[in-house]
């Protein structure tokens, strides 16, 4: 028997940021659409990205401040960390925003929700393998991919060989690593490197690079490096990892540093080193959407692909992988698609938060950004150590750095490794929305004592 293809105004692949509220948006603007999820509403962010690390994150915390009892004048108790109800709180805190969402979608007037597996079969139409059996054959005019990412595994020989931990499987340990070996010095490794080390774990990372977090200036990689390292954790810069070997029941991996090879022994051994996009069962030669070699979905300024109608958002088409960045991809479909406005992704701020302790914001140009457009810049550079609210808590590591324009005086990007980072930034980030000069933020009246008013004596500080 032939099977019958159900047509929508509009097929969704993919329920993370971007995708979820488009279907919704959609079905409100009277289009009826289909949007397909493979398995958990709310994509990377709500399952396995976002919610569940900084829930965990936060479990770190606690254990840190609890440790650190005494520096306020408390008498600490020991401190014991059960991985169990750590895992079992981020679970519940997982399923609450995964369940809301999957309601929303539900109870939407004209959204099918559809759980399968999503391909191509033409331009205009899609087969949805159901989780629950059989086939669906589905055909719009207009497709969106939201389909995401997941984690990459390193090229290191032996590493398929012995049992290896990800973003995402490491989230599930019920039991402490006694020595948690971390490959890869960015965003991710970083934060389940200091929180496994909060939780008692001895960590080293193996970073190949000269400085951790590639994308910084090297003086705040220097000082989140300074601040691993007193945290007690074992950071590795400029070493290859050769070769993965289970011994026992360790692991051992062998690197080569700038002194000669060494050999390091762990209990568990995380693979932090980047993600590749879900596109590899989508099918997408047979709708002729082209991709780069390593399989991220081409577009322009306005996420359309190749194909008239197809467009991609989130982390499926590359760029920076953040949640936030996925929902102003949904905006701007939104408001070209269905709100007759013009916007692109040409030339929009792009602020990130890295949930090591002190936070690391950031947004905008870094200083080496900066100095490579050739246009005249000044810096301002200060210590929160200069900063009161941040003595009075006792948490004065990291440092604040701001880039301007020495013409305009405009804010060009700023960093601040420091407590609540990711606030401060985003206080400058307003600033430079409205187009606000440093000068007056320099010259503003903030709260005392707040960490706010660090931004007076920070840009104060700006060179000459």
């Known amino acids: 028997m032939a099977t019958t293809t159900e047509r929508y105004d509009a097929i969704v692949i993919g329920s993370g940021q ?11 603007a009277g289009r009826k659409t289909a949007i397909v999820e493979r398995e958990h509403v709310g994509g990377t962010c709500v399952n396995v ?12 915390r606690v254990a840190y401040l609890a440790r650190r009892a005494g520096d306020y004048g408390v008498r600490p108790n020991p401190v014991q960390v059960e991985m169990a109800k750590v895992r079992q709180r981020k679970q519940a805190i997982v399923e609450s925003f995964r369940n809301s ?4 979608l539900e109870k939407t ?3 099918d929700l559809l759980f399968g597996e999503a391909s191509f079969t033409g331009p205009k139409t899609v087969a949805v393998r159901m989780n629950n059996g059989g086939t669906r054959q589905l055909t719009a005019d207009t497709i969106f991919i ?12 032996g590493l398929d060989s012995v049992p290896t931990l990800d973003s995402t499987s490491i989230m599930e340990l019920d039991v402490l690593p006694d020595h948690l070996l971390v490959l890869g010095g960015g965003y991710i490794g970083l934060e389940f490197g200091q929180m496994f080390r909060r939780f008692g774990s001895e960590v080293t990372v193996v970073q190949r690079g000269k400085q951790l977090l590639a994308r910084e200036d090297t003086d705040v990689a ?25 011994a026992d029941s360790a692991i051992r991996l062998t690197v080569r540093t700038q002194t000669g090879e060494r050999t390091l022994s762990g209990s568990h051994l995380l693979a932090a080193a980047g993600r590749v996009p879900n596109t590899d069962a989508l099918n997408l030669s047979a709708a002729g959407v082209k991709t780069d070699k390593g399989g991220i979905v081409q577009v322009n300024e306005r996420l359309e692909t190749n194909v008239p109608g197809i467009y991609a958002l989130g982390d499926v088409k590359g760029g920076p992988a953040f949640t936030h960045i996925s929902y102003d991809d949904f905006r701007i479909i939104r408001t070209n698609l269905l709100e007759g406005g013009n916007t692109t992704t040409t030339g929009r701020l792009v ?9 690391l914001g950031r947004v905008g140009l870094s200083e080496i950004e900066a100095r490579a457009t050739g246009r005249p810049i000044r810096v301002a550079k200060m210590p929160m150590a200069y900063v009161a609210r941040a003595l009075e808590m006792s948490e004065p590591r990291g440092l604040m750095k701001a880039v301007v324009d020495a013409e305009t005086n405009q804010i060009l990007g700023c960093a601040v490794l420091g407590l609540e980072g990711g606030e401060l930034m985003s206080m400058v980030e307003i600033a430079m929305m409205g187009k606000v000069p440093y000068t007056t933020l320099r010259d503003g009246i903030f709260a005392h004592p707040t960490l706010a008013e660090a931004l007076n004596n920070l840009f104060a500080s700006v060179d000459a």
């Not at 971007?18 to 409100?28: D, E, H, N, T, Y």
């Not at 969402?101 to 929303?104: D, K, T, V």
């Not at 939201?146 to 020989?157: D, I, K, Q, Y």
């Open 222 to 246: 220097e000082e989140v490096a300074k601040i691993m390292r007193e945290d007690g954790i074992e950071v590795l810069l400029e070493t290859q990892a050769l070769r993965a070997e289970q």
């Open 18 to 28: 971007a995708g979820k509220p488009l279907a919704l948006s959609l079905a409100q």
């Open 146 to 157: 939201n389909t995401g990412g997941r984690p990459s595994s390193p090229p290191v020989p």
């Open 109 to 111: 007037e004209g959204v």
């Open 351 to 359: 602020p990130y938060t890295v949930y090591i302790d002190p936070q």
């Open 101 to 104: 969402g999957q309601r929303q």
């Open 49 to 60: 990205g976002c919610t569940p690390t900084k829930t965990m994150v936060a479990s770190g």
